[in-house]
C-alpha cells in the first residue's frame, strides 16, 4: 500500500523588504508541509501574480511601497472569494487588527514571532482558524441581533428583497439597515461583508 502523503499547503508572500522576505521564505520553507509558490514585493507585482499563482495561504505585510497589504487583500478576494489570508506585520495596534479583520484576514502575526509560530501560524489559518494578537481575539464591532442577522443574510448572498421577505420587514427598511451596518463596520461595500461573513465561517464563527 502506497504511503498518500498529502501535497504542500502552497503560500504566497508578500512583503517590500527583501531580507525579511527571504528569511521569511526560508522559515516557511523549512517546513515539510508547506511551499513558498511566490512572492512579490508590491502591491503591483502581488495583484498581477495572483490569478496565475492562486496560493492556498496568503500571507502579507500591510505596509507596501505603493500602497497596502489590505489593497492585496481586496484583489485576492476578486481572484478567489475564498482566499485564506494571514497577515504579517511589525504592527499589532487596533486599527491594523481591525482592518485586517474586516478585509477578511483569517489572523494576524508579527515579524518579532518566533519562526515556529509563523509557521504554526500559517497551518493554523490553512485549517479554519484564527490568530490574533493578545487582547484582539474577541474584538468585534456591536450589532444588535437584527443586524447581526442580516449580516449573515447577506453573507449567504441574499438580495435585499430576500432578506427583507425572511425578516418580515420592508425592503427600504433592509436597504436603511444596511447602510447603519457598513457603517458600524467601517466598510463600505457589501461585498466586504460577503468577505467577512466567509472569513469568520472559515474560522468557526458564529
Known sequence: MSDQTPPPIRVMLVDDHEVVRRGIVTVISSHPRLEVVGEASTV???NRRLPA?????LVVDLQLPDGTGLDVMRRAREVEPEQTILVLTSFDDDAAVRE??????AGLVLKSARSQEIVDAILAVHGGGSIWPAGHESEEPELSPSDARIVELIG???SNREIAEQLGIAEKTVKNRITVILQTLGMQRRTQVVAMVAARRRAGWR
Not at 53 to 57: D, K, L, Q, S
Open 100 to 105: 485586517s479583520r474586516e478585509s477578511g484576514a
Open 156 to 158: 449567504d448572498g441574499h
Open 44 to 46: 503591483a507585482e502581488a
Open 53 to 57: 499563482i492562486r496560493p492556498e495561504v
